[in-house]
């Protein structure tokens, strides 16, 4: 169960040393939830590093949202599914699990090295699937 209290700040605190607090507290969950997932939890593989918790924490480099896949990580399987609707978007008219099966193997085939595995790049490359810009 989790406990809530009350915070009590000396009285020095700022709203600048808050500030600070709230950027340092974003980096480090961030690199909380990316060290539970290396151990095996259900959170995402977020390419945390220490190097990227410091920057953060100093303001050097922006925090994304936590259990959230930085854009730059699923850039490509957006990329791959947008362009695949293009493509195939004649023969498969709606996502399948022919669709599917195709996809899943050039992904493979494009991206042996990548950390996420097929079922978590799946979604990002339904999504770029399923975009429709407006018109």
Do not use: C
């Not at 290396?38 to 936590?66: C, H, L, M, S, Y």
């Not at 990580?73 to 022919?98: I, Q, S, T």
């Not at 978590?120 to 999504?127: G, K, L, N, S, V």
């Amino acid at each position: 169960m989790k406990t809530t209290y009350e915070q009590k700040n000396p009285q020095w605190w700022t709203d600048e040393h808050e500030t600070a607090w709230d950027r340092v507290k974003a980096a480090m969950q961030r690199d909380w939830d990316q060290t539970k997932h290396d151990f095996g939890g259900d959170e995402p593989d977020t390419d945390q590093d220490v190097n990227n918790t410091v920057k953060q924490a100093v303001g050097k480099e922006p925090i994304p949202p936590r259990r959230v896949l930085a854009y730059d990580d699923v850039e490509p399987a957006y990329r791959l599914g947008y362009g695949a609707r293009r493509e195939y978007g004649g023969k498969y008219p709606a996502w399948n699990d022919d669709v599917e099966s195709h996809l899943k193997r050039e992904w493979e085939a494009l991206s042996p090295s990548r950390k996420q595995t097929w079922m978590q790049d799946r979604a990002a490359i339904r999504r770029g699937w399923d975009f429709e810009p407006e018109k």
